[in-house]
């Protein structure tokens, strides 16, 4: 049977492992994933959302290349806009078609405005819907770190707030430049 002694120490060790995971989340991991959230998120919702509107260069995407990892894949091929303006050598096709195999050709969508090349489906993309629940979480994330952080400091007392009733005020007759009580 364990003393008291160990007890105790089994008890605080545990307390200090869950205080330093949670200042570890707290402090370093909810601010870089909201950051990394909001800017990816920014940077992803234009072009996802105007593909979702049919706006874009619109043309074809030959499929030279299956893209697979962890159960999902993708296309990559070249990319001809209708109109020959636009020719991207390795386009990524965001949401392919069902059973697509190498060769085929599916109508999609360039909007540009992204780090590498991607294609949406002509049809429109829902990939908004998703970056756009990332970024509000990420929103959310980001207000409540920031809200923490401030009422922490000022716990602390770094930014001390004083309520009104702490305020002296003047006696009446006093000059605004001298102190309280002194004429």
């Known amino acids: 049977m364990a003393g008291a002694s160990e007890r105790g120490r089994r008890k605080y060790g545990a307390a200090r492992v869950d205080a330093v995971a949670v200042a570890l989340f707290g402090w370093v991991f909810a601010p870089l994933f909201a950051v990394v959230g909001l ?78 090349p991607v294609v949406f489906p002509e049809e429109g993309s829902r990939n908004w819907f998703v970056t756009g629940l990332f970024l509000v979480v990420s929103v959310v994330l980001a207000v409540g770190w920031v809200t923490a952080v401030v009422m922490r400091v000022t716990r602390r007392g770094y930014w001390r707030v004083e309520s009104p009733q702490n305020f002296r005020t003047a006696d009446v007759g006093s000059s605004i430049d001298s102190p309280p009580g002194r004429p």
């Open 39 to 116: 800017v990816t998120g920014v940077l992803d919702m234009g072009p996802e959302w105007e593909a979702a509107q049919g706006g874009g260069n619109h043309g074809t995407l030959t499929v030279s290349e299956r893209v697979c990892g962890e159960g999902v894949c993708g296309a990559a091929g070249l990319f001809r806009s209708d109109d020959g303006s636009v020719r991207i050598e390795d386009a990524y096709l965001d949401e392919p078609p069902r059973g697509f195999a190498v060769g085929d050709r599916v109508r999609a969508t360039y909007t540009g405005g992204r780090p590498f």
